[in-house]
């Protein structure tokens, strides 16, 4: 299997690369609220560690989904972070990861939304 970095896409051959992984979370018929509160510790670690990029519900008609964008080094480390997610272990939700190839966009502060702070870099 070949890595983000490796696959060839015409067009972006000279620009930057930053390769990171969407998860895609699937809620199943089941009510996801007793495992809220670790969710969201398990999303704060990852943040903590710097492994997280953006995390959020989607507002969609099918159920309580969501996305979360990681920044880590292969897709193994990305599909074991979300076997690891709490609600993925109870067993009510599924998930996909895909990898994403950010060519556009620019930032330069990092802001934790979970603890309100902020960092210029």
Same mark, same amino acid.
């Given at each position: 299997m070949s890595t983000p970095s490796e696959v060839s896409q015409p067009g972006v051959s000279k620009m930057p690369k930053?390769?990171?992984? @969407?998860?895609?979370w699937y809620? %199943?018929? *089941?009510?996801?609220?007793?495992?809220i509160t670790e969710h969201l510790q398990? @999303?704060?670690?990852?943040?903590? %560690?710097? *492994?997280?990029f953006a995390s959020g519900p989607l507002s969609t008609r099918k159920g309580p989904n969501g996305v979360t964008v990681l920044l880590v080094k292969d897709?193994?480390?990305a599909r074991a972070i979300a076997e690891n997610e709490p609600i993925v272990k109870a067993g009510?939700?599924?998930?996909?990861?895909?990898p994403w190839f950010i060519h556009e966009g620019a930032f330069s502060l990092q802001v934790c939304m979970s603890d309100d702070s902020a960092q210029a870099s």
């Open positions: 930053l390769v990171s992984f @969407i998860v895609f809620a %199943k018929d *089941k009510e996801l609220d007793p495992w398990y @999303i704060k670690l990852l943040e903590e %560690k710097g *492994k997280l897709e193994d480390e009510v939700r599924d998930f996909a990861v895909e």
